[in-house]
């Protein structure tokens, strides 16, 4: 996919030109692109005189961001203790199997990226799969396929 380099300087330009914009400014173009495209990292550089490759550490230590491109639905699983012994390796695997992907990938269709966090902070309710923004608390592996369903059918109505 071929992005306007002059898109990433509309966003840039909603922001003060200042080294505390960094994050805001990455914050911003991950929501527009669901990841961090190499020329917007350039673009920032040149912009905010910061190096690139200070940069791409930003971009590489929050995990919130992206140097890939993810899928349209964003599916995290919690397996984190409390999840854990409720059975979340078990829900993950589960994800895995259905989406034919591992943790960390994005299905070939582009429609979903599955990973997993160490915790959520919402225990009480575990295990927990977050798609997007929703959470889905008590999941066990029956309720997998109403998920998927659930956001596939979202990609349909479209």
């Not at 495209?37 to 200070?54: E, F, H, N, Q, R």
């Not at 964003?74 to 979340?88: F, K, L, N």
């Not at 943790?103 to 997007?132: H, K, N, R, W, Y």
């Amino acid at each position: 996919m071929q992005i306007d380099q002059s898109e990433f300087k509309d966003i840039i330009d909603n922001h003060p030109r200042e080294k505390r914009s960094l994050i805001p400014i990455l914050q911003d173009i991950q929501a527009k692109y669901k990841y961090l495209p190499s020329g917007a990292l350039y673009t920032v550089s040149k912009a905010l005189c910061i190096p690139t490759v200070d940069i791409i550490g930003v971009a590489t230590f929050y995990r919130a961001f992206s140097l890939e491109p993810k899928g349209e639905h964003q599916v995290t699983v919690c397996v984190g203790t409390a999840c854990h012994v409720r059975g979340a390796p078990k829900i993950l695997e589960e994800f895995e199997r259905k989406l034919g992907v591992e943790a960390g990938s994005t299905t070939e269709d582009g429609q979903f990226s599955l990973d997993s966090v160490a915790c959520l902070g919402c225990c009480a309710i575990g295990p927990v799969v977050v798609v997007d923004n929703d959470y889905n608390a008590q999941t066990s592996i029956r309720s997998v396929d109403k998920i998927l369903k659930t956001y596939r059918k979202k990609k349909k109505e479209k």
